[in-house]
């Protein structure tokens, strides 16, 4: 699709805002004209994404509608009053609905939620607001980095927490922040603060934010270094800044926070460092569990045939290590192999034949599932909470697991996993701290052989 398509489409959308704002309504109409028949001809396309199309219905829908207020009304008074709202080329960044998700929805991530109910959902509870103004006073609104390996459900939670505390909820991405004409993207970021000012509760949520708000000292930056001025400047006092009963909230979250501009962590911005952890046990289970339909308070729920030696707590068990992310996918996975054998069966034979998954299908996706989630990447959040540059932090790190192992201490598996890797680990040290880890497991062996 030619992209000045697109952008003569947008310039005649801002004209006709532009238009009904001044109340022309004779610039208007022919505007809106133009806006309706390019929105015809690209919709008419097959070869135009459907993504497309519906961006162009949406955007002339209110357009048609003032032609037909017009049509219908020859006065033109419409143009003009009051109730006539420019239109956007963007859709409205704040859901139109509050989301019926809550806290409760969340499978383990036990930290989190208590680090929400303290600096969140407190100050609005009438059981602990006394408590909390004894502490903090009036002010309210805080400012939240979300930090940890991808696929932990960061985006989910923030939801979560909007439908706990009954709010509108912003879910900012990237990809609709960034524009190609320069300036669009500081403008589109203060768009984002100016309409969370309506709402008297309301979450600001940045996800991925480090792609906005790299370090300035980086090359990565030079295209984002005006959107991340932008939002300093809106952030400062906004969420802290609301009274008389106003909440407001701005969450950030990244897998990678040691990418992210000094700027953005110092006090009064993000302070408030959550990292959000690998599922453990008890999530695993909870989601395995909902994967597989095996929990009853689900309505309509599609419990998948098991095999015996296939149980939720094998699997949670199985699963350590990867991200809630990576379960659903595996789980899928596992259930698409049975469904796969009662198809052909059906297809080849013509006979309907009762399957279930098994053991074998449970191994066979887990030992061929990629995991996004690496061990290194585990070692780099360590070395980010304990502030620490990634190099000294593994310094560290193998004196400190080698006393642990000595001591019979627990150890993080992803440590002693690092022991029995076979396969080159890239840089950062991690040569020595699996030689030291192996020498030493080694002897505890032989000790124990004794």
Known sequence: MPSNILDTFKEYIGLFNDSVADGDSATAIRIGKKIVEISNEQTARPEINDTFKQFYKANTAKVREYLA????NTTGKRSGSADTKPISAKPKWFSTDVPKLTLRNVAGLEIVKNEFMVNILAPLSAKYAPIYRKYRGA???T????????GTGKTFLVKCLAGSLGCHIAVVQTKDILANLVGDAEKNMGEVFEEAKQYDKCIIFIDEIDALAASR?????RHTKGVLTTMLTMMDGFAGGAKNGKHRIIIAATNRPWALDSALKRGGRFETQIYVPLPDFDARYQL???ALGKDESVNGRVDIPLADDVTVNWLAERLDGMAGADINAVCKQIVNRPLRREIEALRDTGKVVSEYVTHADCEAVI???INGITDEMLLRFDAYAASLGYDEYIKLIKEKTKH????????PDYLRRLTTKNDEVSKGGLFDLLDGLKTLQKEIDEKNKL
Not at 217 to 221: C, P, Q, Y
Not at 404 to 411: F, L, M, N, R, S
Request: hydrophobic content about 30%.
């Open 288 to 290: 395995v569990k909902l």
């Open 143 to 150: 400012q939240i980095l979300l930090y940890g390996p991808p």
């Open 367 to 369: 030992c061929n599932y």
């Open 69 to 72: 207020d017009m049509n219908a």
């Open 139 to 141: 002010q309210v609104g």
């Open 404 to 411: 642990d192992i000595g001591e019979g201490k627990a150890v």
């Open 217 to 221: 000292d980086d090359d990565e930056s």
